[in-house]
């Protein structure tokens, strides 16, 4: 990964960049050996999003991996074996959420005995919305929803700020820890993949958290990279990190983060514009729902929202940012501004919660509870916005109606520019030929009609069932 | 006197070219939308094998309007003898093929510049839409491949074969035929090439077009008329004229090339040559009006039994008046 190349002055431990590269290798892992004997699909009568245009061409794929027809035809000398009519839709990569607490009433955040099956229905049922890819978000969380606490026998000597955690759930919740049961997974059948999980707190400002519990947001105090590693236990599963980079020693953190492979966002802040461009020197790379949870855009001093336009980067780096285009957090006038000051790196996201997917009531967040009316989730009892309840399809379709883009422009938002963020862009987010098979059929207004992983019908509009 | 169909004059026997009745009856005779009782007054068979070629060997120059109906014309041809030939399991029909920048496409109006043998492939390939036309007994040997020109970079000519031809029709792919200019024994592959020309039985239609300076593939001036398939050193105008296909650096442009030669597609049985646009019609006057020439390979055709040049208006700028006139039937 490029960003290797910038910084690494803390020096990640050998065994944790192999499994940095082993967890890039799972995720691209497919064909094999027997790629070359399995069946060749082509997918006809389709517009195929691919290098920045939708062309008239066909789908070849093989091996759960996108093939070159050119090549089958002259070099192995071979025809499709099975041909499959699109009926002239649209074909796009599928799309890759890099923020979602949580869905169908299932909550990441909430530490339970079987958290993987929570992730497994939500990963199932966002398939309809042609999510293929995802990144399951903890928000701001006690110490146990994270990691497993030691026994009080078996603390090791250089404890630090380790909290010991009694019990303050007396579910008895503290036996389960939720980050270890979220392994990266490929997609299939039975869901999406998961890319890895994104840790949204608790290193964040008091004064913009939002929706997060104010008893557990920490900062860094004595050993910086120490103390997210005592928060967080192992950084395994872990693929995107947000923090306020205007708490002390976040630079060093940002570097080491940046270092293991993990992408560092900035949110939840009130940092001005200087404290945000040294974050990206440090190589952070994303900015958490931009204008929610930050201080205002103001003329003298742009705060995090300038980095759409800011100099001071590293040369051939640009920022990436999330946007919420739900037509609530964000008004279409700002979301046009963003998308006209920096469109390269536009990244939607859902910044679902478990109420997505259900009816109006109140549902678990977190550690708090939310109210959901129509189209809209709030803190219970507050006029704070708590996450949004649009599908990532209507997202598309919102962001291309709010902003006049082109429907090419519309689709990469929600699948090339994630999958350039978590430099994936080889294999995720394209279909280009050798990236993996994944990918959404849609109609000229952007419904999703079905989505394949690995070239495998994995959810099917109703009306084209039959 | 009937009317004819505006625009095309062929000087043929008037039913010679018909569409066998029974055999593919969806489109009139080509070239021409008369019917006359002469061709069904020769039976449910149809054309019969003698009438074809006496008009075969009275057809020398089809002058059409414009760009887009020479286009139709050779596919139709195309389509038509492929259909009479009735190709099989055991009989393949064999099938030259020419190609042509891949640039062209992109950047400019082909009706403009004419001289592509794209317009040709477009019609063919709607044929086989339609259902009128398979190719899966049909083999194809390609008349050219630069040297040294990964075989997916977009100019070479079999991306340009893939994306213009082969990928819209059912050809076995173990059918298409393209010399490979990235072979390590490169005149080694010029005769295997010319190896499974003759196994398959020899080519059946060779179809090509002209350079502005009177080549045929790639045998530039000067190339033995009897010359067969080998590697060709290109002539510094076809190098300069490339230069804009290659971001205008000519360190990029190939310098050789694999071609067939003149003498084999003077061994082809019926060869078809497509001239389009005034830039080609000083080549097309010397190929035809002028003697047989090294200078001018296309010439050679003079002496070869069956050939067909298919052109455009534009193209016989430069030929006399009173040959474009006996071609056109006008006396």
Same mark, same amino acid.
């Given at each position: 990964m490029?960003?290797?190349a910038?910084?690494?002055p #803390?020096?990640?431990?050998d065994?944790?960049?192999?499994r940095?590269?082993r /967890?890039? /290798? ?10 070359a ?8 009568n389709c517009?195929i ?5 939708l062309?008239r061409?066909d789908l ?5 991996r996108?093939?070159?027809?050119e090549k /089958?035809?002259?070099?192995?000398r071979?025809?499709?074996d099975?041909q499959r009519?699109?009926?002239g839709?649209i074909?796009?990569?599928?799309f890759?959420?890099?923020q979602i ?5 299932v909550d990441?955040s909430?530490? =339970?005995e079987?958290v ?6 939500v990963?199932?049922r966002i398939?309809?919305h042609?999510v293929?890819s995802?990144c399951p978000?903890l &928000?701001t969380s006690?110490?146990e929803?994270?990691?497993k606490?030691p026994?009080a ?5 250089a404890?630090g700020?380790f &909290? #010991?955690a ?5 579910h008895?919740?503290?036996w389960?820890?939720?980050?270890p049961q979220?392994? &990266?997974k ?15 707190g608790?290193f #964040?400002?008091r004064e913009?958290?939002g929706?997060?519990?104010e008893a557990?947001l920490?900062?860094f ?10 928060t ?8 995107i990190v947000t ?12 570097q080491?983060? =940046?270092a ?12 001005d ?6 974050a990206v020197?440090s ?6 729902h931009?204008?929610n ?6 003329h ?5 929202v300038?980095l759409?336009?800011s100099?001071q980067?590293p040369?051939?780096r640009?920022i990436?940012?999330g946007?919420i285009a739900?037509?609530m957090? =964000?008004?279409p ?16 996201v859902?910044?679902?919660v478990?109420a997505l ?7 678990t967040?977190g550690?708090?509870?939310v ?8 803190v219970?009892?507050t006029? =704070?916005?708590s ?8 997202c598309v379709?919102h962001?291309?109606q ?5 429907v090419e422009?519309a689709?990469e938002?929600?699948s090339?520019h ?6 994936l862009?080889?294999?995720k987010g394209t279909l280009d030929?050798?990236a993996?098979?994944d990918?959404?059929?849609?109609d000229?207004s ?7 992983i690995s070239g495998?019908?994995v ?5 084209t069932?039959? | 006197r009937?009317p004819?169909r505006a $625009?095309?004059?062929i ?19 080509v ?6 009782s002469v061709?069904r007054?020769?039976?449910p068979? $149809?054309?019969?094998f ?8 009275t ?7 414009n760009?887009d109906l020479a286009?139709e014309?050779a596919?139709k041809?195309?389509?038509?003898r492929?259909?009479q030939f009735k ?5 393949y029909f ?13 950047k400019?109006n082909?009706s403009?510049?004419?001289s592509t043998?794209l317009?040709c492939y477009?019609?063919l390939?709607?044929?086989h ?6 190719f899966k007994?049909?083999k194809?040997?390609?008349m050219?491949?630069?040297v $040294? ?6 100019e ?8 213009n031809?082969f990928k819209?029709i ?9 010399l ?7 005149q ?5 090439f010319?190896?499974k020309?003759k196994?398959?039985g020899g080519?059946?239609?060779?179809v090509?077009?002209i350079?502005?300076? $009177?080549?045929?593939a ?7 008329l009897v ?7 290109l002539a510094?105008?076809t190098i300069l004229?490339n230069?804009?296909?290659?971001d ?8 050789m090339?694999l071609?067939?030669?003149?003498g ?5 049985r019926?060869?078809m040559?497509?001239?389009?646009g005034a830039?080609k019609?000083f ?5 035809i009006e002028e003697g047989?020439n ?9 002496q070869?039994?069956r ?8 193209a ?5 008046v ?6 056109k039937?006008?006396h």
């Amino acid at each position: 990964m490029d960003i290797w190349a910038h910084h690494s002055p #803390i020096q990640a431990p050998d065994q944790t960049r192999r499994r940095i590269r082993r /967890l890039q /290798l799972g995720l691209t892992m497919r064909g094999g050996q027997g790629a070359a004997r399995a069946l060749v699909l082509q997918f006809t009568n389709c517009r195929i999003l691919r290098g920045g245009a939708l062309l008239r061409e066909d789908l070849w794929v093989r091996g759960g991996r996108i093939l070159d027809p050119e090549k /089958l035809f002259f070099e192995e000398r071979r025809v499709a074996d099975e041909q499959r009519d699109c009926g002239g839709c649209i074909l796009a990569p599928g799309f890759i959420d890099v923020q979602i607490n949580g869905g169908f009433g299932v909550d990441f955040s909430q530490a =339970t005995e079987d958290v993987g099956s929570g992730v497994a229905l939500v990963a199932r049922r966002i398939l309809s919305h042609g999510v293929t890819s995802f990144c399951p978000t903890l &928000v701001t969380s006690p110490p146990e929803v994270y990691h497993k606490a030691p026994e009080a026998a078996s603390l090791p000597e250089a404890a630090g700020d380790f &909290v #010991i955690a009694p019990s303050l759930d007396v579910h008895s919740s503290n036996w389960f820890v939720v980050l270890p049961q979220i392994p &990266v997974k490929s997609g299939g059948p039975h869901g999406a993949g998961v890319l890895g999980v994104h840790l949204e707190g608790p290193f #964040i400002s008091r004064e913009k958290r939002g929706a997060h519990p104010e008893a557990h947001l920490r900062s860094f105090e004595a050993s910086a990279f120490q103390d997210l590693l005592a928060t967080y236990g192992s950084l395994d599963n872990v693929r995107i990190v947000t923090l306020a980079p205007e708490l002390d020693r976040s630079h060093e953190v940002i570097q080491a983060l =940046t270092a293991l492979g993990i992408c560092v966002s900035l949110g939840h802040s009130v940092a001005d514009l200087g404290a945000a461009e040294e974050a990206v020197r440090s190589g952070a790379t994303f900015i958490t729902h931009l204008f929610n949870a930050m201080l205002p855009f103001h003329h003298r001093d742009p705060g995090i929202v300038g980095l759409l336009t800011s100099d001071q980067l590293p040369p051939g780096r640009h920022i990436f940012y999330g946007m919420i285009a739900d037509g609530m957090h =964000t008004n279409p006038a700002a979301l046009r501004i963003a998308y006209r000051a920096h469109p390269q790196g536009l990244v939607l996201v859902t910044d679902a919660v478990p109420a997505l997917g259900l009816g109006n009531g109140r549902h678990t967040l977190g550690q708090q509870e939310v109210e959901v009316d129509g189209l809209t989730a709030y803190v219970a009892g507050t006029k =704070t916005l708590s996450g949004s309840i649009t599908p990532m399809d209507v997202c598309v379709r919102h962001f291309l109606q709010a902003t006049g883009c082109s429907v090419e422009a519309a689709l990469e938002a929600a699948s090339l520019h994630p999958a350039q963020l978590l430099g994936l862009e080889k294999h995720k987010g394209t279909l280009d030929f050798g990236a993996d098979a994944d990918f959404v059929v849609l109609d000229d207004s952007l419904h999703v009609r079905a989505t394949y992983i690995s070239g495998e019908l994995v959810w099917q509009a109703e009306e084209t069932r039959q | 006197r009937r009317p004819r169909r505006a $625009g095309v004059y062929i000087r043929v026997l008037s039913f010679a070219l018909r569409a066998p009745v029974g055999v593919a009856p969806r489109w009139p005779c080509v070239g021409c939308a008369r019917r006359s009782s002469v061709g069904r007054a020769s039976g449910p068979a $149809g054309l019969n094998f003698l009438s074809w070629k006496l008009c075969i060997t009275t057809m020398r120059l089809v002058i059409l309007d414009n760009y887009d109906l020479a286009s139709e014309w050779a596919a139709k041809y195309i389509c038509n003898r492929i259909i009479q030939f009735k190709p099989g399991q055991d009989r393949y029909f064999i099938l030259g093929l020419p190609t042509d920048f891949s640039s062209y496409v992109k950047k400019w109006n082909l009706s403009v510049l004419g001289s592509t043998p794209l317009g040709c492939y477009k019609k063919l390939i709607e044929y086989h839409k339609n259902g009128d036309l398979s190719f899966k007994y049909v083999k194809t040997f390609n008349m050219d491949e630069y040297v $040294g020109l990964p075989r997916n970079h977009p100019e070479s000519y079999h991306s340009y074969m893939w994306n213009n031809f082969f990928k819209h029709i059912d050809i076995d792919p173990n059918n298409a035929h393209i010399l490979d200019g990235n072979a390590t024994d490169l005149q080694a592959e010029c005769d295997a090439f010319e190896k499974k020309i003759k196994e398959a039985g020899g080519i059946d239609l060779f179809v090509g077009g002209i350079g502005p300076d $009177g080549h045929i593939a790639f045998n530039e001036p000067g190339s033995s008329l009897v010359s067969r398939t080998r590697l060709k050193t290109l002539a510094m105008d076809t190098i300069l004229a490339n230069a804009k296909y290659f971001d205008g650096d000519l360190s990029k442009v190939p310098t050789m090339a694999l071609t067939v030669g003149v003498g084999t597609v003077m061994d082809a049985r019926e060869v078809m040559i497509l001239i389009t646009g005034a830039h080609k019609a000083f080549a097309l006057y010397k190929a035809i009006e002028e003697g047989v020439n090294h200078m001018w390979t296309v010439s050679a055709f003079q002496q070869h039994p069956r050939t067909i040049f298919v052109c455009d208006e534009d193209a016989t700028l430069e030929l006399r008046v009173k040959t474009v006139k006996y071609f056109k039937g006008e006396h």
